[in-house]
């Protein structure tokens, strides 16, 4: 039901930077929390970054921390992914998903776990040259 189209991916040098957009559409935006995996060839599909419903609170994998950065718009149906400082390993296709929380005392958390999203994008391929 709910439908999730991320673009902005791209091929962008070491240490450069890329914006993803995610947007949704087919339900209340505002009611999920919003995250952000990544899967890389031969590899595991991994959390990158989320966002809660309210409250504005994000978390992100240790490994993009200080680089990534998760934001929404709920007036727009819209979540991002601010990539700076882009390494090789952040080679993967980028995917977006939604977890239905609601705005009660769930809705101020997020996961990291794929078993906790409902909903996933097509995903969009990022490719860091070195």
């Known amino acids: 039901q709910v439908r999730l189209v991320e673009s902005g991916g791209g091929l962008v040098q070491a240490g450069g930077s890329l914006r993803l957009s995610c947007a949704a559409s087919?339900?209340?935006?505002?009611?999920?929390?919003m995250g952000w995996f990544r899967q890389a060839p031969g590899k595991e599909r991994e959390f990158v970054a989320a966002?809660?419903?309210?409250?504005?609170?994000?978390g992100y994998a240790d490994v993009v921390k200080g680089r990534f950065t998760i934001s929404r718009d709920n007036a727009k149906n819209t979540v991002d992914l601010q990539m700076s400082s882009l390494k090789p390993e952040d080679t993967a296709v980028y995917y977006c998903?939604?977890?239905?929380?609601?705005?009660?005392?769930?809705?101020?958390?997020?996961?990291?776990?794929?078993?906790?999203?409902?909903?996933w994008g097509q995903g969009t391929q990022v490719t860091v040259s070195s």
């Open positions: 087919g339900d209340i935006f505002s009611l999920y929390a």
């Open positions: 998903a939604a977890d239905p929380r609601g705005l009660g005392p769930r809705g101020w958390a997020y996961s990291s776990e794929i078993s906790e999203y409902d909903y």
């Open positions: 966002i809660s419903c309210v409250g504005g609170n994000t």
